[in-house]
């Protein structure tokens, strides 16, 4: 064979193993979007059930205007996006953990809903986060990785 040949065999690896890397950083990048807005997604679905007990009077299981009592139900601490939980204080970087379902266990007119993605976030080391902040009117979320 030829020097040219080599080289163009040489080159021509070098170029297909520059693109399958762009390709698996895109892939990779990709995954983490998608499991961020899912994850998003989910939250404001867990919110708005949050409000709808708020909203319902206790006489019929609801929180009659607070959020003591409200639980995730099992199948809602979990699920192929992530990890949810509840708190009363806005969470720090310890709070992201396995999903609970423990209720609220006192008068509040404001929760947070906690959510831990399956993907590494923006730091390469943790997983995607984000929380939201639950009132009976508004939904904020914040995205921490």
Known sequence: MGQQQLLLIV????IVGIAIAVGLAVFRSESQSSNRNNLITDLERLASI?????????????GGMNFMGFALSPSDTGNADGS??????PPNDADFKRGSISPIGSPASKIYIIGCGKETGNDDVRAVKAYAMVTPDSV???KMN
Do not use: E, N
């Open 11 to 14: 080159l021509g690896v070098i």
């Open 50 to 62: 949050a409000q709808v007990y708020y909203r319902k009077p206790s006489s019929m299981d609801g």
């Open 84 to 89: 949810f939980s509840l708190s009363l204080q």
């Open 140 to 142: 904020d979320i914040t």
